[in-house]
């Protein structure tokens, strides 16, 4: 795979879409596009980091990642955050083996006091924005001094919910993202890069 980086601007909002032979060999039968590379996500998230810890200097900061997708995301962005903060999971589940939304569970609640601190809220993606306004919602209950989000993709082709994200990394069109801790059916979360999913390897899911 090429490893040179391409020319990104300084604050993007759309991914630099990338050539076919940046796919492995292995996965050019499941992915029809590679979205984001290596470089790029990390370059993002550094910017967001960047911004995220000059907004919340001398706050009183928790940060509450929604599991599973988030995972490298948030691994890579709190590590360029260099201002104290608390983190915590909240687990919630929307999506089962297959492509549509169902009723939201959530599998796991906050362990800390968000009572009077600045919550930051960090997921992988905002789509319909049902899973995010449910979440805000639970989390206002709490009463926190406040709440701001971050996600790393924002997919507004979709949104059935008036949900915006304070910090996004990268808005995309509608279409079915893997990789960098998305999933499908539970695969293709550890894949370095974000990829689309050719619509054969989905399409008839439940």
Same mark, same amino acid.
């Given at each position: 795979?090429?490893?040179?980086?391409?020319?990104?601007p300084?604050?993007?909002?759309?991914? +630099?879409?990338?050539? +076919?032979?940046y796919?492995?060999?292995?996965?050019?039968?499941?992915?029809?596009?590679?979205?984001?590379?290596?470089?790029?996500?990390?370059h993002?998230?550094?910017?967001?980091?960047?911004?995220?810890?000059?907004?919340?200097?001398?706050?009183?900061l928790?940060?509450? %990642?929604?599991? %599973?997708?988030?995972?490298?995301?948030?691994?890579? #962005?709190?590590?360029? #955050?260099?201002?104290?903060?608390?983190?915590?999971?909240?687990?919630?589940?929307? =999506? !089962?083996?297959?492509?549509?939304?169902?009723?939201?569970?959530?599998?796991?609640?906050?362990?800390?006091?968000?009572?009077?601190?600045?919550?930051?809220l960090?997921?992988?993606?905002?789509?319909?924005?049902?899973?995010?306004?449910?979440?805000?919602?639970?989390?206002?209950q709490?009463?926190? !001094?406040?709440?701001?989000?971050? +996600?790393?993709?924002?997919?507004t082709?979709?949104?059935?919910?008036d949900?915006?994200a304070? =910090?996004?990394g990268?808005?995309?069109?509608?279409?079915?993202?893997?990789? =960098?801790?998305?999933? =499908?059916?539970e !695969?293709?979360?550890?894949?370095?890069?974000?990829? +689309?999913?050719?619509?054969?390897?989905?399409?008839?899911?439940?």
């Open positions: 795979m090429p490893k040179q980086p391409i020319n990104i300084d604050k993007p909002t759309r991914p +630099v879409v990338l050539p +076919v032979d796919i492995p060999e292995n996965l050019r039968g499941e992915l029809q596009t590679l979205l984001i590379g290596e470089w790029q996500l990390a993002r998230v550094r910017q967001l980091a960047q911004t995220i810890e000059q907004d919340f200097a001398d706050k009183d928790v940060v509450v %990642s929604l599991l %599973s997708g988030t995972v490298m995301f948030l691994a890579d #962005l709190i590590r360029h #955050l260099n201002i104290p903060l608390h983190l915590d999971f909240m687990g919630v589940s929307s =999506y !089962r083996s297959g492509t549509k939304s169902r009723e939201l569970v959530y599998t796991k609640e906050l362990r800390l006091e968000v009572k009077d601190r600045d919550v930051l960090v997921d992988d993606i905002l789509d319909t924005g049902r899973t995010l306004k449910s979440v805000i919602g639970k989390l206002r709490l009463k926190p !001094r406040s709440i701001h989000t971050c +996600v790393l993709l924002d997919k082709a979709r949104r059935v919910e949900v915006q304070d =910090y996004v990268f808005e995309i069109d509608d279409m079915f993202v893997v990789g =960098y801790g998305l999933d =499908y059916a !695969r293709y979360r550890n894949l370095p890069f974000v990829g +689309v999913l050719k619509p054969e390897m989905y399409e008839g899911g439940e």
